[in-house]
Protein backbone atom coordinates (compact mmCIF):
# COMPACT_ATOMS: atom_id res chain seq x y z
CA UNK A 1 0.00 0.00 0.00
CA UNK A 2 0.83 3.79 -0.86
CA UNK A 3 1.46 6.16 2.31
CA UNK A 4 -0.39 9.03 0.51
CA UNK A 5 0.19 12.53 1.78
CA UNK A 6 -2.38 14.81 2.55
CA UNK A 7 -3.83 17.16 0.20
CA UNK A 8 -5.27 20.76 1.03
CA UNK A 9 -8.57 21.52 0.79
CA UNK A 10 -9.45 23.55 -1.75
CA UNK A 11 -12.73 26.34 -0.93
CA UNK A 12 -15.42 24.43 -2.20
CA UNK A 13 -14.21 21.72 -0.46
CA UNK A 14 -13.92 23.40 2.72
CA UNK A 15 -17.47 24.86 1.68
CA UNK A 16 -19.10 21.18 0.69
CA UNK A 17 -18.37 19.69 4.07
CA UNK A 18 -19.63 22.83 6.27
CA UNK A 19 -22.68 22.10 7.90
CA UNK A 20 -25.65 22.96 6.14
CA UNK A 21 -27.98 25.75 7.55
CA UNK A 22 -31.93 24.86 7.82
CA UNK A 23 -34.04 26.13 4.84
CA UNK A 24 -35.51 29.04 6.77
CA UNK A 25 -31.88 30.14 8.14
CA UNK A 26 -30.96 30.29 4.45
CA UNK A 27 -34.35 31.90 3.75
CA UNK A 28 -33.33 34.77 6.07
CA UNK A 29 -29.88 34.96 4.61
CA UNK A 30 -31.58 35.68 0.93
CA UNK A 31 -33.91 38.16 2.51
CA UNK A 32 -30.63 39.93 4.16
CA UNK A 33 -29.47 39.50 0.05
CA UNK A 34 -26.37 37.48 1.13
CA UNK A 35 -27.26 35.17 -1.67
CA UNK A 36 -27.44 37.72 -4.27
CA UNK A 37 -30.64 38.36 -6.93
CA UNK A 38 -32.24 36.66 -9.30
CA UNK A 39 -30.51 33.81 -11.34
CA UNK A 40 -27.14 33.73 -9.69
CA UNK A 41 -29.02 33.48 -6.22
CA UNK A 42 -30.86 30.96 -8.01
CA UNK A 43 -27.03 29.55 -8.54
CA UNK A 44 -25.59 29.81 -5.33
CA UNK A 45 -28.12 27.79 -3.82
CA UNK A 46 -28.09 25.24 -5.98
CA UNK A 47 -24.20 24.75 -5.73
CA UNK A 48 -24.23 24.74 -1.91
CA UNK A 49 -26.64 21.64 -2.30
CA UNK A 50 -29.98 23.96 -1.20
CA UNK A 51 -33.42 23.82 -3.65
CA UNK A 52 -34.12 27.03 -4.91
CA UNK A 53 -37.54 26.60 -4.68
CA UNK A 54 -37.96 25.51 -1.04
CA UNK A 55 -35.53 28.32 0.02
CA UNK A 56 -38.38 30.41 -1.99
CA UNK A 57 -41.38 29.28 -0.36
CA UNK A 58 -39.54 30.09 3.17
CA UNK A 59 -38.98 33.19 1.84
CA UNK A 60 -42.93 33.58 1.37
CA UNK A 61 -43.78 32.06 4.74
CA UNK A 62 -41.75 34.76 6.36
CA UNK A 63 -43.09 37.46 4.85
CA UNK A 64 -46.97 35.69 5.27
CA UNK A 65 -47.23 35.13 1.39
CA UNK A 66 -48.10 31.10 1.82
Known amino acids: MIDEEPTEKTDDEEVAESPKLSVDDVA ?8 GRGQ ?8 AGYDPVEV ?3 VDKIFGRV
Not at 40 to 47: A, D, P, Q, S
Open 56 to 58: KAA
Open 28 to 35: KEVIAGMW
Open 40 to 47: MRKKRLTE
